[in-house]
């Protein structure tokens, strides 16, 4: 069903709520009108260096849960996982009918298969050729756009209070390596025929002068690279950047080496790939890993994940000497074919180092220029796609506050008043009417989620992630309390400590532990002598009180845990 800006009663408002938070990561959109919901982009985020035991992070569906039979549909703009990979973990909460193209539709269906309890999804199939509705109130009109993974697609949204274009990840790629160039044409026609009154814009790429540069110029430098290595080759790229795997793939060819491609990831994305058509390369270029062995080191290239540095990744593995199959020797050459996203430098950095003192030859950006051209738009793409759609307010999204403020400060300027460019932080929302009015709405709150896989990709409670941090900032204090008919003995408590003190060292601080304990209990004693015989009350006394005394004595406090043994 199509219908025109005035074919409904437009008088509430469009409202557009930022349910992903400010990260470059866990991108996420709720679009509102009356009694309809739609979903744009759900996807992770990776976890923090402090984030122990969690490997990943998704966006607090709490909001769109309330009121789960408003959500008409997610649409997913493209096969990236910061904008996909946390379906799985929705479709857990509530069935979805979701719009995606079949490349990105293959990729959440792969995700999938890691999970068990979830509601089957309804999958519509969307091309940048035809447009679509979502409820009543929501049409689609999709347009070609260029990024680091194929068939990214941006849109046009109509609806009662307005039409919206919503452009997450983008470049302008004239020459891109499997992709056609992004429909200028089409958007600079829908923008003079819809006039737009918001652009939703990535703004990564903000920070930087000029033109992002074409993918296609990768391959020239995997080319040098390959022409002077004599060993091994490893090239790591993120698992879903299909258009560079092809060009490590060419350049594996031209230099006479075999391919093996390692990570269930990147495999799981690699055959998708292939099923979609979308790779090409001479029959019997690509082996299983089982096969390494069987090659000289001068004829292999291995394309692995890890180039975010993510614990366990094949790289990782590779880099511990863990990997199963692929065994690394000294002299290989390592190449880093893509920048860390802020906020991973530090994992990057810790593996790239494991990498060296393993004997590896690691090229990265730091030392190598075109070893990785970004999928998002520097200044001049974002110049371009803003004077193409020509909205009257912009909003930049896909960046932190650093790069929206330096979106808000380019886009003064060209001309627009800074009051005309929202930031969206953390849940808050931007409220239209009319085709012509915007202001800030209410901020959703919204929380940290966490999931750690090693516990059946549930989400990690905040109360158990600052125990896990403290316990490795500070160690843990241990304390058993004897009870014997109901009375503890204090006197007969064990205490033991890791991580926080050398015992040996601060026998002095044990001593004063051991009478914080005694007057504690004593103390108890005499006010209410039936207060020692709820063990719950005396944990939560001798909690507090040993806090209090080890910050007064030592400056910090460990975890401390209390338990009882019944005598």
């Given amino acids: 069903m199509k219908f025109s800006l005035t074919s409904i009663k437009n008088d509430s408002p469009l409202r557009i709520v930022n349910l992903g938070g400010v990260s470059v990561q866990k991108n996420m959109f709720v679009y509102e009108y009356e009694d309809e919901k739609v979903l744009v982009d759900c996807g992770i985020g990776f976890a923090e260096v402090d984030d122990f035991g969690v490997d990943i992070t998704i966006p607090d569906f709490s909001y769109i849960l309330e009121k789960k039979e408003q959500i008409k549909g997610l649409v997913l703009t493209h096969a990236h996982e910061d904008h996909y990979s946390a379906t799985p973990f929705l479709l857990r909460e509530m069935p979805l009918k979701i719009f995606a193209h079949p490349l990105v539709e293959a990729f959440v269906k792969n995700k ?14 969307i091309s940048p050729d035809k447009s679509f ?81 074409s993918e296609k110029d990768i391959e020239d430098t995997f080319d040098s690279l390959l022409n002077d290595a004599t060993g091994q080759v490893f090239i790591t790229t993120i698992s879903s950047n299909i258009s560079r795997i092809q060009q490590a793939i060419n350049s594996a060819v031209k230099h006479n080496r075999k391919v093996i491609i390692s990570g269930r990831s990147i495999e799981n994305n690699f055959r998708v790939a292939q099923e979609q058509g979308l790779v090409n390369y001479p029959k019997g270029t690509i082996l299983e890993k089982h096969q390494a062995k069987s090659v000289k080191d001068s004829n292999i290239l291995f394309i692995v994940p890890g180039t975010y540095g993510q614990v366990g990744s094949s790289l ?15 002299g290989a050459t390592v190449i880093f074919s893509g920048d860390p996203i802020p906020g991973m430098e530090p994992q990057v950095n810790r593996l790239i180092s494991k990498l060296i003192l393993r004997g590896a030859n690691v090229i990265y950006s730091d030392i190598q220029e075109n070893l990785h051209v970004s999928g998002h738009g520097s200044k001049g793409d974002i110049t371009l796609m803003a004077q193409l759609v020509r909205a009257k307010y912009l909003a930049p999204i896909g960046g932190d506050i650093i790069h929206l403020r330096a979106y ?30 915007i202001k800030k709405g209410e901020t959703v709150p919204i929380r940290g ?12 409670r905040e109360v158990l992630l600052e125990d896990r941090k403290r316990l490795a900032e500070n160690g843990i204090l241990v304390v058993v309390i004897p009870y014997q008919n109901k009375r503890p003995l204090p006197d007969r408590a064990g205490i033991y400590t890791r991580g926080f003190i ?66």
């Fill in 316 to 330: 990782d593995k590779i880099a511990e000497g863990k990997h199963r199959f692929i065994k690394m020797r000294e």
């Fill in 133 to 213: 509705t979502v409820g009543k109130y929501f049409e689609f009109i999709p347009y070609r756009v260029n990024h680091s993974v194929p068939n990214t697609l941006g849109f046009f949204i109509k609806t009662p209070a307005g039409v919206i274009v919503h452009q997450s990840d983008f470049k302008f790629d004239w020459t891109p390596v499997m992709d056609k160039p992004a429909d200028v044409q089409k958007i600079a026609y829908l923008a003079k025929s819809l006039k737009p009154v918001l652009l939703l814009s990535d703004s990564l790429g903000s920070t930087h002068k000029g033109y992002t540069a």
């Fill in 449 to 460: 989620i966490f999931i750690d896989n090693e516990q059946g990709k549930r989400a990690v």
């Fill in 502 to 567: 050398f015992v040996k060292d601060n026998k002095s601080v044990m001593k004063s532990i051991k009478k914080t304990i005694v007057e504690t209990i004593n103390t108890l004693k005499k006010q209410d002598s039936k207060k020692v015989e709820s063990f719950d009350k005396v944990k939560k006394e001798l909690e507090r009180a040993l806090q209090k005394h080890l910050y007064k004595r030592v400056g910090e406090a460990p975890l401390i845990f209390i338990d009882k043994i019944d005598l």
């Fill in 112 to 125: 999938l298969e890691d999970f068990k309890d979830y509601n089957p999804p309804q999958f519509i199939e």
């Fill in 408 to 437: 808000k400060d380019l886009m003064h300027s060209l001309g627009y008043k800074r009051k005309r460019v929202f930031e969206l932080l953390d849940g808050e929302s931007l409220e239209i009417r009319d085709n012509s009015y």
